[in-house]
T-cell receptor, first 113, second 113 residues
Framework: DGGITQSPKYLFRKEGQNVTLSCEQNLNHDAMYWYRQDPGQGLRLIYYSQIVNDFQKGDIAEGYSVSREKKESFPLTVTSAQKNPTAFYLC????????????FGDGTRLSIL | QQQVKQSPQSLIVQKGGISIINCAYENTAFDYFPWYQQFPGKGPALLIAIRPDVSEKKEGRFTISFNKSAKQFSLHIMDSQPGDSATYFCAARWNSGYSTLTFGKGTMLLVSP
């Protein structure tokens, strides 16, 4: 089945450690997105990418980094510079052009040890 | 200017009743307004969407009403069912060329049996 796979489902980070969240899609979508979700805060955009080897900062990019080496993959690294990383992280993808909806994965919950 | 304000934060409706969630925006560059439904531990899923040149769109028990002059739009869930209990997010797409979405903070709906 086509879809978006995020892994792992749960992740724990130690102080000063970088961690990488995986996002893979087999929908042949050009655009991919990373959001952070905190209780009562909705979804906030971290980074997005429209094509391979190109990405833009969203509203809360500080302390995060991404890469887009393949169309299917858009991993997010939460660096040690992100002082409050505990959150639910959601990856999405979409076709570009027209009113194409964003399709979401089932998220990764990151916690601090 | 890119904010989308959503209300209420939480809502309890009896089975068979009408659930109403409201959203408002300021930026007239928004050109597409989707609603997402999210169950605990899952990613949001597109429920219904509308363009600003349409005043109402209905899909089954779900209706979006759109008031362009007031810059407001709302989701109505008719004959609400316990299975509709979820968090609902309105969103607006900024027609910047990158098609990013700005989300409201969400409404937690509980439909009591």
């Amino acid at each position: 089945d086509g879809g978006i796979t995020q892994s792992p489902k749960y992740l724990f980070r130690k102080e000063g450690q970088n961690v990488t969240l995986s996002c893979e899609q087999n929908l042949n979508h050009d655009a991919m997105y990373w959001y952070r979700q905190d209780p009562g805060q909705g979804l906030r955009l971290i980074y997005y990418s429209q094509i391979v080897n190109d990405f833009q900062k969203g509203d809360i990019a500080e302390g995060y980094s991404v890469s887009r080496e393949k169309k299917e993959s858009f991993p997010l690294t939460v660096t040690s510079a992100q002082k409050n990383p505990t959150a639910f992280y959601l990856c999405a993808s979409a076709m570009t052009g027209g009113n194409q909806p964003q399709h979401f994965g089932d998220g990764t919950r990151l916690s601090i040890l | 200017q890119q904010q989308v304000k959503q209300s209420p934060q939480s809502l309890i409706v009896q089975k068979g009743g009408i659930s109403i969630i409201n959203c408002a925006y300021e930026n007239t560059a928004f050109d597409y307004f989707p609603w997402y439904q999210q169950f605990p531990g899952k990613g949001p899923a597109l429920l219904i969407a509308i363009r600003p040149d349409v005043s109402e769109k209905k899909e089954g028990r779900f209706t979006i009403s759109f008031n362009k002059s007031a810059k407001q739009f709302s989701l109505h869930i008719m004959d609400s069912q316990p299975g509709d209990s979820a968090t609902y997010f309105c969103a607006a797409r900024w027609n910047s060329g990158y098609s990013t979405l700005t989300f409201g903070k969400g409404t937690m709906l509980l439909v009591s049996p």
